[in-house]
């Protein structure tokens, strides 16, 4: 019997996707110098839109037969995941100065 959709996703099978990107996101931050945090929330959206419009380009050209020359979708995916969670960090840091204000 087959699984439905959404089955195959486990606390192990997520935890299995968050392995080692706080790795990379260290060390793209380090390569970086932080570069992603200096436009906070405006500057985080276009790299997540930037992100967003490449992952639908390489989905479609992937149903045409054509693969990346590059980065995987894999690697856009985590890069995704990785500008949303720096948008987090953004978000924190902006209530934070916000509280010190009052």
Do not use: C
């Amino acid at each position: 019997m087959s699984k439905k959709k959404g089955e195959e996703m486990t606390r192990e099978s997520i935890n299995g996707i968050f392995d080692g990107m706080t790795e990379i996101l260290l060390k793209k931050n380090k390569d970086y110098k932080g570069a992603s945090f200096d436009l906070g929330m405006n500057g985080n959206m276009v790299h997540i839109w930037d992100k967003t419009s490449r992952l639908r380009n390489m989905v479609e050209n992937r149903l045409k037969g054509e693969e990346p020359n590059f980065e995987s979708i894999q690697d856009t995916l985590k890069d995704i995941i990785g500008y949303a969670v720096i948008g987090l960090h953004i978000l924190e840091e902006e209530e934070r100065e916000e509280q010190e204000k009052e």
